[in-house]
């Protein structure tokens, strides 16, 4: 199989779109495809052209940027070396450096689809240059606005972010609040966990007979009052601490009973963020299983499409039929061949819904080794990585030790010389003071003679 161009496939739609009595979703379907084929030739082009452009301008623009770099350190030694009592001839440097910048922001921003006229040329085109300088700024100003849109969008991610953490930390704390009030229900005796509806129930039932209880030693204690502060009532003022006894007492039923109370509410409301929870990530499930069936939907339309081919086929070989009804004995066997092509094109069907099936499976698992091969390359990269800084530090050293064996290649050589230099002192020394005793020894005969 030859590799399938852009082009051919173009050609094929143009030439499938041509075909009459074609359905509405299958025309609009293939002309958004063509539409996008065919932006993605023009692309195609523009960095062909863009790739020969530069290919062919590539020198000249070196070679401009080159002189212009060349121009600007001179003027930059000329502005240093130059005193500040020359004012005017700083004015005049500093409007030649201006001018060299634009030239090398012309040469640096000069667009890759246009071929390039260089500043240098024999032709002297300065509004060419004038107008290029003007779209080259442009140019420079929208990619600023770019760069500080940017810049704002991750200061204003940054806040976010350390808003968000000191939310975070906000509710950690109220988190840890509260699991201290767990610890402490936990050793005062109370169980911790999640509570019923049953277990609620009892609680309100209880809360309502403690509540009743409540209402009838209110009236005791009415009646009692009412027994004690007569107006004509002799008892002793031991009575009226015992009253007041009493209120304290029940004052202090009522705070536990409020506590009591709290610990319930806050129970429930954490229940109640649980089931929160709950419901936001069914909600994410439920909008996962949108997709997919907007996925299916759209398969079953594909698939209904080929049917609906089928049903047209089938219908048009049902007025064949009518027409040709008189004629049925002639016409028997186009008949039969008509359904065995059906039921060849509904084997066909069922074949390649299997293959489409197949298919699917292959592609998961050709994404699964795609997965793990990435995962195997990052790995083997950061192996490579390790490896050659390891090499560059073994190169280092080698280096080092190659320098140091040379170091010490060049010492044993000249101590190898000092010494053969004091072997031949050593020689000649003992050359000489053989000479000497040859020497000694001949005077010594000749005095010898004379004393004879």
């Not at 921003?109 to 006229?117: G, L």
């Not at 074949?351 to 083997?380: A, G, I, L, Q, T």
């Not at 530090?393 to 190659?402: E, G, Q, T, Y």
Request: glycine share 2%; proline share 1%.
């Amino acid at each position: 199989m030859g590799r399938i161009t852009i082009k051919n496939q173009i050609r094929s739609i143009q030439r499938f779109l041509s075909k009459p009595n074609l359905p509405e979703n299958i025309i609009e379907a293939q002309k958004e495809k063509l539409e996008q084929l065919q932006k993605r030739l023009e692309n195609k082009k523009e960095a062909k052209k863009s790739t020969t452009l530069k290919k062919n301008w590539k020198k000249i623009r070196f070679y401009d940027k080159k002189n212009i770099l060349k121009e600007i350190k001179k003027v930059e030694k000329e502005l240093k070396g130059i005193e500040n009592k020359n004012e005017t001839k700083i004015e005049e440097l500093e409007k030649k450096l201006e001018q060299l910048r634009k030239d090398y922001e012309y040469v640096f921003y000069f667009p890759k689809d246009e071929e390039y006229i260089s500043l240098f040329s024999e032709n002297n085109q300065k509004e060419f240059h004038e107008k290029m300088r003007e779209k080259i700024d442009e140019m420079i100003s929208q990619k600023k606005n770019k760069e500080n849109e940017k810049i704002q969008e991750s200061l204003n991610e940054k806040i976010n972010e350390e808003k968000i953490q000191i939310q975070k930390k906000k509710t950690n704390e109220k988190t840890n609040e509260k699991t201290n009030e767990k610890t402490n229900e936990k050793k005062s005796g109370k169980k911790s966990g999640k509570i019923n509806e049953e277990k609620i129930q009892i609680q309100k039932k209880k809360i309502n007979e403690k509540n009743e209880e409540k209402k009838n030693e209110e009236k005791d204690i009415n009646i009692f009052e009412d027994e004690f502060f007569k107006p004509n009532s002799n008892k002793n003022d031991t009575n009226n601490k015992q009253i007041k006894q009493l209120v304290i007492d029940i004052d202090s039923i009522e705070k536990k009973e409020g506590n009591k109370a709290k610990k319930f509410f806050h129970k429930n409301k954490n229940n109640f963020e649980r089931n929160k929870n709950n419901f936001d990530r069914n909600k994410n499930n439920f909008d996962r299983n949108k997709n997919n069936f907007d996925r299916n939907r759209n398969n079953f339309e594909r698939n209904k499409n080929n049917f609906d081919r089928n049903k047209n086929n089938f219908d048009r070989n049902k007025n064949n039929f009518d027409r040709n009804k008189n004629n049925f004995d002639r016409n028997r066997n186009n008949f039969d061949r008509n359904k065995n092509n059906f039921d060849r094109n509904k084997n066909n069907f069922d074949r390649n819904k299997n293959n489409f099936d197949r298919n699917r499976n292959n592609f998961e698992r050709n994404k699964n080794n795609f997965d793990r091969n990435k995962n195997n390359f990052d790995r083997n990269k950061n192996n490579f990585d390790r490896n050659k800084n390891n090499f560059d530090r073994n190169k280092n050293n080698f280096d080092r030790n190659r320098n140091n064996f040379e170091r010490n290649k060049n010492n044993f050589e000249r101590n190898k010389f000092k010494k053969e230099i004091d072997e031949d002192q050593n020689n000649n020394f003992k050359k000489h003071k053989t000479n000497i005793q040859i020497n000694t020894n001949q005077k010594l005969n000749k005095h010898i003679r004379f004393d004879d």
